[in-house]
């Protein structure tokens, strides 16, 4: 309804101008500049109809500007027929280029319109979503800050969860004893030389303590096979990350080592697993479990192969600097090892 009035609208101002413009011109006695009026009435028509329509105006408006208005009226003298045919073939143009450029730039609009509207929406998605991650958040605070309160008294039965757990992982996996052990003190070392606060240096000891754990969910022939994995086989390994943060996250201060658990063979570059997260995307606590881990594996006897010798080690860890590894953690477990 509102669309037909508008269209009545348009059709009943333009008609109006071109009968206005026409007696403005007649009563001025021809043609002469009131009849640049015109151009008004194909602009405007080429705005409202685009090309099409500044065509048919334009087309209109020759015809009433020619062979129906005199040249000059008193006299009676008509105008030329190459007169005002030219002129009615430069208003067709005329409508035509308005038109289209017209159409051109409400075609622009709509897509800024589109792009806005798009835009809106996804800023709306993203505040909701934001409110409902500052919720979250809220929440786990309060957990948090729960849990802060309790912390202390439950640090002894903690920890020896964390060793129980550890403890589980090399049961299963006899060709790395002692490799939990291991990177967890070396990581330890790491975060203290660091300037990691106390807490911080206790949640990164237990993650490095336990982060093969999701082990437990391989087949222990994979765990011990001597041959190389097959692809398959691989991907099945590259599964534990996600099987121990699903064991840890509902472990007491569980929460509090995920990160070292999920992430610690993922790579600065992108190329780890199992997300393929890099730089800084990778927590500092998973960075650090990366370096030690690695160190271990090479300077420790698997199943298929022998410890690699000092120096050889060394040298593939410096391989692995700003691809692999956190350059600043490499210097601090340089420096460690160096002293060692």
Known sequence: MISSLRSAYKFGLITCLVIGFWLIAYMTNGVNATINFFYFTIILSAYFWGASGGVVVGL??????????????????????????????????????????????NRQKEELLSEKQVVEEQNTKIILQRDEIIRQNKELKNQRDQIEHHMRQGRDFGWGMVRALAQAIEIRDSYTSGH????????????????????????LKWAALVH????????????????????????????????GALIMKDIPYGDRVLDGVLHHHERLD???????????????????????????????????RDALPKNVALKIMEEGRGTQFDPMILDYFFSIINED
Request: aromatic share 12%; proline share 4%.
């Open 180 to 203: 939990c052990y291991r990177v967890s003190g070396l990581a330890t070392r790491i975060g203290e030389r660091m300037g990691l606060d106390e807490w911080t240096v206790i949640y």
């Open 212 to 243: 093969d754990i999701g082990k437990i969910g391989i087949p222990e022939a994979l765990l011990n096979k001597q041959d190389k994995l097959t692809t398959y086989e691989y991907d099945i390994m590259k599964q534990h990350p996600m099987l």
């Open 270 to 304: 992108g190329k780890g697993y199992p997300y393929g997260i890099k730089g800084d995307e990778i927590g500092l606590q998973a960075r650090i479990i990366a370096v030690c881990d690695v160190w271990d594996a090479l300077t420790s006897d698997r199943a298929y």
């Open 60 to 105: 209109i408006v020759g015809i009433v500007g020619g062979p129906l208005l005199p040249d000059h009226v008193s006299s009676g003298v008509d105008q030329l027929f190459s007169q005002w045919f030219t002129r009615m073939c430069f208003y067709i143009v005329l409508g035509f280029l308005v038109g289209k450029l017209f159409s051109s730039l």
